[in-house]
T-cell receptor, first 115, second 113 residues
Framework: DAMVIQNPRYQVTQFGKPVTLSCSQT?????MYWYQQKSSQAPKLLFH???????NEADTPDNFQSRRPNTSFCFLDIRSPGLGDAAMYLC??????????????FGPGTRLTVL | GDSVTQMEGPVTLSEEAFLTINCTYT??????LFWYVQYPGEGLQLLLK?????DKGSNKGFEATYRKETTSFHLEKGSVQVSDSAVYFC????????????FGTGTRLQVTL
């Protein structure tokens, strides 16, 4: 089945220790997104890639970076995690980004704990 | 800017009860509207969507109608099951803008026997 896969499902890191979260997709979609979801809150878009074109949200902290080496993979790098970065990180994909009808498909998420 | 407002939860219902989760939005133009469901410990799954006024989205017994006049997209189900217990997110997305889904804060539904 075509899908969005996130690894690991649970990640524990120490305060200030860089961490990388991984997302892969078999849908061959052009767009890949990273959302942050804190406990009992709505998902918040951090950034997205349209093909190789990186698009950052205006309020995303510099501490968060992303890489997309190819169509299938996208990584979220947190350079110096703080306690406030503990959250569920959701990866999503869509075929297009300019069509409002286009569905975003989400992965299962990676729950990040910062000690 | 765009915003989505959902009724506060948690909503607790007995199995086979009727469900309504209210969702209203503020946006310019004609966004597409979505309901996503999040089961415990999992990511979001698309439940249903509607792309223009008066469209009805439906899936797994859930329905929602895009009401332009009241800027609403209320989620309904005639008879809930314990397995429907989850958090439900209403969201909107515009055509022509860069991708962004604007979510409501989510409504937790708990269904008991």
């Amino acid at each position: 089945d075509a899908m969005v896969i996130q690894n690991p499902r649970y990640q524990v890191t120490q305060f200030g220790k860089p961490v990388t979260l991984s997302c892969s997709q078999t849908l061959n979609h052009n767009v890949m997104y990273w959302y942050q979801q804190k406990s009992s809150q709505a998902p918040k878009l951090l950034f997205h890639y349209y093909d190789k074109d990186f698009n950052n949200e205006a309020d995303t902290p510099d501490n968060f970076q992303s890489r997309r080496p190819n169509t299938s993979f996208c990584f979220l790098d947190i350079r110096s995690p703080g306690l406030g970065d503990a959250a569920m990180y959701l990866c999503a994909t869509s075929r297009d980004r300019s069509s409002g009808t286009d569905t975003q498909y989400f992965g299962p998420g990676t729950r990040l704990t910062v000690l | 800017g765009d915003s989505v407002t959902q009724m506060e939860g948690p909503v607790t219902l007995s199995e086979e009860a009727f469900l309504t989760i209210n969702c209203t939005y503020t946006a310019t133009g004609y966004p597409s509207l979505f309901w996503y469901v999040q089961y415990p410990g999992e990511g979001l799954q698309l439940l249903l969507k509607a792309t223009k006024a008066d469209d009805k989205g439906s899936n797994k017994g859930f329905e929602a109608t895009y009401r332009k006049e009241t800027t609403s997209f209320h989620l309904e189900k005639g008879s809930v099951q314990v397995s429907d217990s989850a958090v439900y997110f209403c969201a909107l997305r515009h055509t022509g803008t860069a991708s962004k889904l604007t979510f409501g804060t989510g409504t937790r539904l708990q269904v008991t026997l």
